[in-house]
């Protein structure tokens, strides 16, 4: 199992990013998808998650009204896009997935990629 996260970098703060988060080794249609954060110095904290057909999502109130969860099943890969962002959101981003929705624990997780944002 391969979950490939990508879409990181180097953004001025107000900028948008677009993560993506490829699985492979998986039937991905049938794991739930979340996005978690870990900036330098803070534990890992939950940032978002989207069922496994996409029906349902979840986002943490700090990135909410700037974030969206998404997925393409077909192409066995999810995405979670932020705007507006700020120097606070700078941290390695992981995705990761689980067979349940609301376990609260994932099976299976990327590697990260990671988000600095420049004031």
């Known amino acids: 199992v391969q979950l490939q996260a990508s879409g990181g970098g180097l953004v001025q703060a107000g900028g948008s990013l677009r993560l993506s988060c490829a699985a492979s080794g998986i039937t991905f249609s049938s794991y739930h998808m979340g996005w978690f954060r870990q900036a330098p110095g803070k534990e890992r904290e939950f940032v978002a998650r989207?069922?496994?057909?996409?029906?349902?999502?979840n986002i943490a109130d700090s990135v909410k009204s700037r974030s969206t969860i998404s997925r393409d099943n077909a192409k066995n890969t999810g995405y979670l896009q932020m705007n507006s962002l700020k120097p606070e959101d700078t941290a390695v981003y992981y995705c990761a997935v689980d067979r349940s929705y609301y376990r609260g624990e994932y099976e299976y997780w990327g590697q990260g990629t990671e988000v600095t944002v420049s004031s």
């Open positions: 989207i069922g496994a057909r996409g029906d349902v999502t």
